[in-house]
């Protein structure tokens, strides 16, 4: 996976096929309807980090969400001291794997010195951590350095899933958080998962250009630009992805979502709120409910 997609993913969780350019309108909130839907659901982009103020952005997104009665996420987040049990298992390195056996002593030392630098921690707090936790902890930490207007406050998934429970409204999710860890922590070996961590190290302008584009084009509403972004590939890329990497972040995922979301919305109307990079695309969910049949018409004013 190259150094813009690994960022992409751990910011919004993603990925496809080759690209193909699908005709799509620029909306974060799309109306889904027909096929015998007895009332619309609605499907929404979001962005992990984005705080929740940026939702008033949103042309009728409010109205939207007050229009359904259930609210279905990417996860259940109900339960976050359990979420953050299981991720931090997970998280862990396999026994008897440290930092010093998968880098040669300078590698060591640069990653050494930027978590410091971003977290004020060392690898003596965090080396027992996979490194593609590293690589999301870190990622963050920049997001984060860019925007500090991103660095505290509730992400918009757990937002909407609070609202609906206040209103005691049922969330559902289209996947556990195994899966999802699965998809984050373990499709790649260790030694495939540090390559991947040194090579965003070494590559900082490239790691913040790729960030100050995804932050643009979010606020933008700009989908297909986002994922044309996710979709880049360089001749001169110093670490290209593989066709199972791709597949396990956002092909895989949005199959197995497409297969539950027409009983979910023909159960109760929906809001359905899932990573922006999930919806574009010949394999995204846009384009794959359309498939199925529904009307999938974006929100505009």
Known sequence: MNIKKSILFILLALIALPFQSIATENSLLWRVSGNELAKPSYLFGTHHLIPVSFLDRVYGLREAFERTQQTVGELDMSNPTEMQMQMMQRAMMPQGVTYESLLNADDFALLNSTLISLTGMSLAQLGTMKPAMLATFITVALYQKYYPETASGQSIDAYFQQKALMRSRPVRGLETIENQLYALLDVNSIERQAKLLMCMIHH??????????????????????????????????????????????????????????????????????VGALHLPGEDGLIEGLRRKGFAVEAVID
Do not use: V
Request: proline fraction near 7%; aromatic fraction near 10%.
């Open 204 to 273: 900082p302008e490239m790691t913040r250009t790729t960030i100050n584009q995804l932050h643009a084009m979010y606020y933008a509403f700009d989908i297909n630009g986002l994922y044309q972004l996710w979709r880049e590939d360089h001749e001169d890329n110093p670490c290209p992805s593989t066709d199972a990497e791709r597949n396990a972040l956002n092909r895989d995922r949005n199959l197995r979502w497409l297969e539950q979301l027409p009983l979910i919305m023909s159960e109760k109307p929906s809001f359905i709120a």
